[in-house]
């Protein structure tokens, strides 16, 4: 049976972008998943700051400057948490 | 091209603008457009240094990393790794970096580093990053990396001639990569560290104007109401601006039919150069204003940012017929042309998905169906032309046509079975920019060129032919309609009446189909020829008069014959029907099989028989 690391509890306790609020600022913290590649290389990585547009069934957010329009399935692996105002 | 001609490969991420500075570089005119996937194949240029060394440029399909998998990366990693057939490696690799990106699009420069190929970085559009908040410092980027960073704005040509400095000779060596060669993580993190150093953000993103516009644009409601009320004004754009100078062209045409007529005695040659050739080339070139107003607005969407919109606006009923919104900007591109828009499936990851969307692309109505479209339509209002209600059953037409191939990609999608690998929505959303005026206008011209060039060869040929056939041989009747039943066409036409008469044509347009098979705007030129013979001397030839003679032909019954059944039922059939052989060509290369191409051959042909046949049936058992 897997135990659960520090590690582990710490992405639970993350949001992911779909679940986040529109029109806040965070920090990529996690990238996990199947879509994790594709992700990387369209500007998701970890420490980076984005910013959730517009929610949906594909959502939009600005990473780095460019704005991005990702599926719910992906936004989903991506995990981040809130910037200090 | 001399053997010891050098290769300079221009590499990047998507929407880099490394067309632009291809464009700027060699002074080419290649297609430039502000959404990814513009470029999907190589383009080849020269250009001087300022020494005036010639060297080759290629200008590779924007890629993210060098193990993509869409057809058009491929091709770009494999003309880096030395894998292409007919590219050599490059010298030098001119890797375009948008400088408001730095943190992405440093990622592929480290890969193209990796190979071990000399890179100059071309920093583009650095004014727009620093307008955006941004400081950056080439001098310190170009520490990091240990290759010259050159700052430039390819659309506004700055520092071109610094880059071509950089490109001294002998070529510089290649850099040694500072960090773990093929540690794809090691390669990010010092990626990050320099995007960090070289570029600094402002603490906090602001809103920037591109997201106010998309707020509404992209917004589930008003987004769809800016897509249709687009669509709409482009619809009645091409028909409100176009009426003047289709007025001049046709002013021409008359006075170039007078002066043949005072110059020439009467006789059979001078019949096949006044409604043989002017006339029937000119009833299509008459419709050149509209297909220059139409890829105008094309061209508009392409380098506003729009395009990319239109995808991501798209992608929700999309995916309810197995495609992406990815799928769609091929589709759109479709409207101008289906060749392009057959070529731009390269972008498309899923090879399924690519598949489905070539073999449904010729149904996005193209510009060369516009010229019949434009004759047919006017004849469903009673012969009026430009207004609200045309541009609406215009609208209409193109709609048909897009969801019958959603229509269509569903069943197919369905049949060939899901993806290995699941393949996710994700699409950049450019910066709205103002469009780069230059480009569009040359683009249109090359448009019209085409365009007049089709006239002046494929159009012009067929339409002495189709003169011949409905001249010779000659019988000693004077009555015109017993002349033309003598004559190839007439002959042709009785042949081919009883199969196109349940679908409501005569065996005239129906010969005007077969025609238009070679090019579809020669049925509008084969209808002003082939309803021509009833016509006294003194009309003259313009496409209301065709019109107008159109609506007053009769069967022999003395029934009418362009009914608006039998118009819907024409449409129908050109709306659907792939008469283009072009198209099929690139449809075989892309899709890698000539059976793929000969099989939606006959499928369009025959769906737009069959949908033509139920259609005029249908109107014609209801009215009577």
Same mark, same amino acid.
């Given at each position: 049976?897997?135990?659960?690391?520090?590690?582990?509890?710490?992405?639970?306790?993350?949001?992911?972008?779909?679940?986040?609020?529109?029109?806040?600022?965070?920090?990529?913290?996690?990238?996990?998943?199947?879509?994790?590649?594709?992700?990387?290389?369209?500007?998701?990585?970890?420490?980076?700051?984005?910013?959730?547009?517009?929610?949906?069934?594909?959502?939009?957010?600005?990473?780095?400057?460019?704005?991005?329009?990702?599926?719910?399935?992906?936004?989903?692996?991506?995990?981040?948490?809130?910037?200090?105002? | 091209? #001399?053997?010891?001609?050098?290769?300079?490969?221009?590499?990047?991420?998507?929407?880099?603008?490394?067309?632009?500075? @291809?464009?700027?570089?060699?002074?080419?005119?290649?297609?430039?457009?502000?959404?990814?996937?513009?470029?999907?194949?190589?383009?080849?240029?020269?250009?001087?240094?300022?020494?005036?060394?010639?060297?080759?440029?290629?200008?590779?399909?924007?890629?993210?990393?060098?193990?993509?998998?869409?057809?058009?990366?491929?091709?770009?990693?494999?003309?880096?790794?030395?894998?292409?057939?007919?590219?050599?490696?490059?010298?030098?690799?001119?890797?375009?970096?948008?400088?408001?990106?730095?943190?992405?699009?440093?990622?592929?420069?480290? /890969?193209?580093?990796?190979?071990?190929?000399?890179?100059?970085?071309?920093?583009?559009?650095?004014?727009?990053? #620093?307008?955006?908040?941004?400081?950056?410092?080439?001098?310190?980027?170009? #520490?990091?990396?240990?290759?010259?960073?050159?700052?430039?704005?390819?659309?506004?040509?700055?520092?071109?001639?610094?880059?071509?400095?950089?490109?001294?000779?002998?070529?510089?060596?290649?850099?040694?990569?500072?960090?773990?060669?093929?540690?794809?993580?090691?390669?990010?993190?010092?990626?990050?560290?320099?995007? /960090?150093?070289?570029?600094?953000?402002?603490?906090?993103?602001?809103?920037?104007?591109?997201?106010?516009?998309?707020?509404?644009?992209?917004?589930?409601?008003?987004?769809?109401?800016?897509?249709?009320?687009?669509? @709409?004004?482009?619809?009645?754009?091409?028909?409100?601006?176009?009426?003047?100078?289709?007025?001049?062209?046709?002013?021409? /045409?008359?006075?170039?039919?007078?002066?043949?007529?005072?110059?020439?005695?009467?006789?059979?040659?001078?019949?096949?150069?006044?409604?043989?050739?002017?006339?029937?080339?000119?009833?299509?070139? =008459?419709?050149?204003?509209?297909?220059?107003?139409?890829?105008?607005?094309?061209?508009?969407?392409?380098?506003?940012?729009?395009?990319?919109?239109?995808?991501?606006?798209?992608?929700?009923?999309?995916?309810?017929?197995?495609?992406?919104?990815?799928?769609?900007?091929?589709?759109?591109?479709?409207?101008?042309?289906?060749?392009?828009?057959?070529?731009?499936?390269?972008?498309?990851?899923?090879?399924?998905?690519?598949?489905?969307?070539?073999?449904?692309?010729?149904?996005?109505?193209?510009?060369?169906?516009?010229?019949?479209?434009?004759?047919?339509?006017?004849?469903?209002?009673?012969?009026?032309?430009?207004?609200?209600?045309?541009?609406?059953?215009?609208?209409?037409?193109?709609?048909?046509?897009?969801?019958?191939?959603?229509?269509?990609?569903?069943?197919?999608?369905?049949?060939?079975?899901?993806?290995?690998?699941?393949?996710?929505?994700?699409?950049?959303?450019?910066?709205?920019?103002?469009?780069?005026?230059?480009?569009?206008?040359?683009?249109?011209?090359?448009?019209?060129?085409? @365009?007049?060039?089709?006239?002046?060869?494929?159009?012009?040929? =067929?339409?002495?032919?189709?003169?011949?056939?409905?001249?010779?041989?000659?019988?000693?009747?004077?009555?015109?309609?017993?002349?033309?039943?003598?004559?190839?066409?007439?002959?042709?036409?009785?042949?081919?009446?009883?199969?196109?008469?349940?679908?409501?044509?005569?065996?005239?347009?129906?010969?005007?189909?077969?025609?238009?098979?070679?090019?579809? #705007?020669?049925?509008?030129?084969?209808?002003?020829?082939?309803?021509?013979?009833?016509?006294?001397?003194?009309?003259?030839?313009?496409?209301?008069?065709?019109?107008?003679?159109?609506?007053?032909?009769?069967?022999?019954?003395?029934?009418?014959?362009?009914?608006?059944?039998?118009?819907?039922?024409?449409?129908?059939?050109?709306?659907?029907?792939?008469?283009?052989?072009?198209?099929?060509?690139?449809?075989?290369?892309?899709?890698?099989?000539?059976?793929?191409?000969?099989?939606?051959?006959?499928?369009?042909?025959? @769906?737009?028989?069959?949908?033509?046949?139920?259609?005029?049936?249908?109107?014609?058992?209801?009215?009577?």
């Amino acid at each position: 049976m897997p135990s659960t690391t520090v590690q582990d509890l710490k992405i639970d306790s993350l949001q992911s972008l779909s679940q986040a609020q529109v029109g806040c600022d965070f920090q990529i913290k996690v990238i996990e998943g199947p879509g994790c590649d594709q992700l990387r290389k369209l500007g998701f990585c970890e420490t980076l700051q984005v910013r959730k547009l517009a929610d949906g069934r594909n959502l939009i957010c600005n990473v780095c400057g460019t704005r991005m329009a990702v599926s719910k399935e992906l936004a989903e692996q991506v995990k981040v948490t809130p910037l200090e105002a | 091209m #001399e053997s010891s001609q050098e290769t300079i490969a221009l590499a990047g991420n998507p929407n880099s603008g490394k067309t632009t500075l @291809f464009n700027a570089l060699t002074g080419s005119s290649a297609k430039v457009g502000n959404y990814a996937g513009v470029t999907i194949d190589l383009k080849h240029g020269e250009f001087h240094t300022p020494h005036g060394r010639k060297l080759t440029l290629v200008d590779l399909p924007g890629c993210y990393a060098l193990d993509d998998s869409s057809p058009d990366q491929e091709i770009a990693r494999a003309v880096l790794k030395g894998d292409h057939e007919k590219c050599p490696k490059p010298d030098l690799v001119i890797s375009v970096i948008d400088a408001s990106n730095l943190e992405r699009h440093l990622q592929l420069t480290l /890969q193209i580093i990796e190979l071990d190929i000399p890179v100059i970085v071309a920093l583009n559009m650095v004014d727009m990053a #620093e307008k955006s908040g941004l400081r950056l410092d080439p001098v310190k980027l170009s #520490e990091e990396l240990g290759v010259p960073v050159v700052p430039i704005r390819a659309d506004k040509g700055k520092g071109l001639i610094e880059l071509k400095q950089a490109i001294a000779h002998p070529l510089p060596p290649a850099s040694k990569p500072h960090w773990k060669t093929g540690d794809e993580k090691d390669r990010r993190e010092f990626g990050l560290n320099v995007a /960090q150093i070289a570029a600094r953000r402002p603490d906090r993103q602001t809103s920037s104007s591109s997201d106010k516009i998309d707020a509404i644009a992209l917004h589930p409601v008003l987004g769809w109401f800016c897509f249709l009320g687009i669509m @709409f004004a482009l619809f009645w754009s091409i028909f409100s601006f176009s009426s003047i100078p289709m007025g001049w062209i046709e002013s021409l /045409q008359e006075l170039l039919v007078g002066q043949v007529e005072g110059a020439m005695a009467e006789g059979d040659f001078r019949d096949l150069i006044t409604h043989g050739i002017i006339e029937g080339v000119g009833a299509v070139v =008459i419709f050149l204003p509209q297909i220059l107003m139409l890829f105008f607005f094309i061209g508009l969407m392409e380098s506003s940012g729009y395009m990319a919109r239109a995808a991501f606006l798209m992608d929700g009923f999309m995916s309810k017929v197995g495609l992406s919104g990815k799928a769609f900007l091929p589709l759109l591109s479709s409207y101008a042309c289906a060749i392009p828009g057959v070529m731009a499936t390269r972008t498309i990851d899923s090879a399924k998905e690519r598949l489905v969307t070539i073999f449904v692309a010729p149904w996005m109505s193209c510009s060369a169906r516009l010229p019949v479209y434009l004759l047919l339509v006017p004849m469903l209002l009673g012969g009026s032309e430009g207004g609200v209600t045309q541009a609406a059953i215009f609208m209409a037409i193109y709609v048909v046509g897009t969801l019958t191939a959603f229509l269509v990609a569903r069943i197919l999608r369905g049949r060939l079975g899901p993806d290995e690998v699941e393949h996710h929505f994700m699409l950049e959303l450019p910066p709205y920019r103002l469009p780069q005026w230059g480009y569009i206008f040359r683009h249109v011209l090359d448009r019209g060129w085409a @365009f007049l060039k089709n006239a002046g060869t494929i159009i012009l040929a =067929i339409m002495i032919l189709l003169w011949a056939a409905s001249t010779y041989p000659k019988s000693e009747s004077d009555d015109p309609a017993e002349q033309l039943a003598h004559t190839v066409v007439g002959r042709v036409s009785a042949a081919i009446e009883p199969i196109v008469k349940p679908l409501g044509f005569d065996g005239r347009t129906g010969t005007a189909i077969l025609t238009s098979f070679a090019a579809r #705007e020669v049925f509008v030129g084969s209808m002003a020829q082939l309803f021509h013979v009833e016509e006294s001397d003194e009309e003259t030839e313009t496409r209301t008069h065709i019109r107008e003679r159109l609506a007053n032909e009769t069967w022999a019954d003395g029934s009418k014959m362009f009914t608006p059944a039998a118009v819907i039922s024409l449409l129908i059939f050109y709306i659907y029907a792939l008469q283009c052989l072009p198209t099929s060509a690139v449809v075989a290369r892309e899709a890698g099989s000539w059976k793929w191409a000969v099989g939606q051959f006959i499928f369009m042909t025959v @769906f737009a028989g069959v949908a033509s046949l139920i259609v005029y049936q249908t109107i014609t058992f209801f009215t009577g």
